[in-house]
T-cell receptor, first 108, second 115 residues
Framework: KNEVEQSPQNLTAQEGEFITINCSYSVGISALHWLQQHPGGGIVSLFMLSSGKKKHGRLIATINIQEKHSSLHITASHPRDSAVYICAVKFGNEKLTFGTGTRLTIIP | DVKVTQSSRYLVKRTGEKVFLECVQDMDHENMFWYRQDPGLGLRLIYFSYDVKMKEKGDIPEGYSVSREKKERFSLILESASTNQTSMYLC??????????????FGPGTRLTVL
């Protein structure tokens, strides 16, 4: 069965801290999304990657294909980063399989 | 910017009612998706459409049907709403795979409550 697991489920940190959210998957994938969902809001795509590393502002996403693992990092975290972060993978077709999300809270 | 819109942000219906949720995208995407999102379960695919009048069942299609008569519009239909269909419903769209995988763009979601 194609599975996606995220950790931690919940994360609370002080403003300015370096944040890491992890995503592991069970079998080989063709692409991986990192998504952000604010309370009551829709979902925004942060990154899509299939190898290596991508950076956008204070956000960095990495993927290790051999270890079937991806991480999302946030540098110099800010309260506006508080959201649910979702990992989603494509197991070779058009559809995505989603993790259950990591709820991040950044305290001022 | 890609825009995916959904007909309602909040909807309250009664058990047994027929419910229509509409999704419209403005970027000429071939693929459109309907998901539901429940606490602790993440997003689960209900139905997927890869072209006009084409549809494919997702992981949880029971109790739902879909309609795609025009490329930009994808409707989710609850034939007879039940309380266990109370959920957040999200629509998404993407270009079809053509040698590279394309990200999905999501609508704002419809929070449906069935009483």
């Amino acid at each position: 069965k194609n599975e996606v697991e995220q950790s931690p489920q919940n994360l609370t940190a002080q403003e300015g801290e370096f944040i890491t959210i992890n995503c592991s998957y069970s079998v080989g994938i063709s692409a991986l999304h990192w998504l952000q969902q604010h309370p009551g809001g829709g979902i925004v795509s942060l990154f899509m990657l299939s190898s290596g590393k991508k950076k956008h502002g204070r956000l960095i996403a990495t993927i290790n294909i051999q270890e079937k693992h991806s991480s999302l990092h946030i540098t110099a975290s800010h309260p506006r980063d508080s959201a649910v972060y979702i990992c989603a993978v494509k197991f070779g077709n058009e559809k995505l399989t989603f993790g259950t999300g990591t709820r991040l809270t950044i305290i001022p | 910017d890609v825009k995916v819109t959904q007909s309602s942000r909040y909807l309250v219906k009664r058990t047994g009612e027929k419910v229509f949720l509409e999704c419209v995208q403005d970027m000429d995407h071939e693929n459109m998706f309907w998901y539901r999102q429940d606490p602790g379960l993440g997003l689960r695919l209900i139905y997927f459409s890869y072209d006009v009048k084409m549809k494919e069942k997702g992981d949880i299609p029971e109790g739902y049907s879909v309609s795609r008569e025009k490329k930009e519009r994808f409707s989710l239909i609850l034939e007879s709403a039940s309380t266990n269909q109370t959920s957040m419903y999200l629509c998404a769209s993407s270009l079809r795979y053509r040698g590279r995988y394309n990200e999905q763009f999501f609508g704002p979601g419809t929070r449906l409550t069935v009483l």
